[in-house]
């Protein structure tokens, strides 16, 4: 059973950074995906950033592209999530989701706030 668990998140002010990591165990396939969500105050979860391995093809939110680098640690089961240059709207809960075909698996979330 795949296990999705993140951390990392805090209050930041804006134009800082910040690093999240999703620890993801038991899984078995081959390829796979491991993507971040977030969901603000009032608003619906929304696609962030995805890392698909075994090529580490990556994709990005238009609104986060050139600020934010998913990257993966195979070694420590570990997925990253660097957060640069961070903006108020950025402020969000962060889900860690996983999974081969689908996102099957996803964390509690963790909290992101951004001040202005």
């Known amino acids: 059973q795949v296990q999705v668990v993140e951390s990392g998140g805090g209050l930041e002010q804006a134009g800082g950074s910040l690093r999240l990591t999703c620890v993801v165990s038991g899984i078995t396939f081959r390829r796979y995906v491991v993507g971040w969500f977030r969901q603000g105050p009032g608003q619906e979860r929304e696609f962030v950033a995805a890392i698909a391995w075994p090529l580490d093809r990556t994709y990005y939110s238009d609104s986060v592209k050139g600020r934010f680098t998913i990257s993966r640690d195979s070694a420590k089961n570990s997925v990253y999530l660097q957060m640069n240059s961070l903006k108020p709207e950025d402020t969000a809960v962060y889900y860690c989701?996983?999974?081969?075909?689908?996102?099957?698996?996803w964390g509690q979330g963790t909290q992101v706030t951004v001040s202005s």
């Open positions: 989701a996983a999974g081969a075909n689908e996102y099957d698996s």
